[in-house]
């Protein structure tokens, strides 16, 4: 279980950085619509708060 729930969460980190990366990339572009750029926005928001409970489930689990 923590095995995996640590894999969990390091997908869950790079999914973040990954989408945090296409937000910046589509900036320095300057080619992204800000339609765009506000959802990528809000999966970055979703996903890091993911990252962050399932590490805070992972702390607790291993403190049982």
Do not use: E
């Not at 095995?3 to 969990?8: E, K, R, S």
């Not at 589509?26 to 890091?48: E, F, T």
């Amino acid at each position: 279980m923590k095995i995996a729930l640590t894999i969990i969460i390091l997908a869950a980190m790079l999914a973040t950085v990954g989408v945090l990366l296409a937000g910046l990339l589509g900036m320095a572009r300057g080619d992204q619509s800000p339609h765009r750029s506000n959802k990528l926005m809000q999966w970055r928001i979703g996903l890091q708060g993911l990252a962050l409970v399932l590490i805070a489930l992972l702390m607790w689990i291993w403190r049982s």
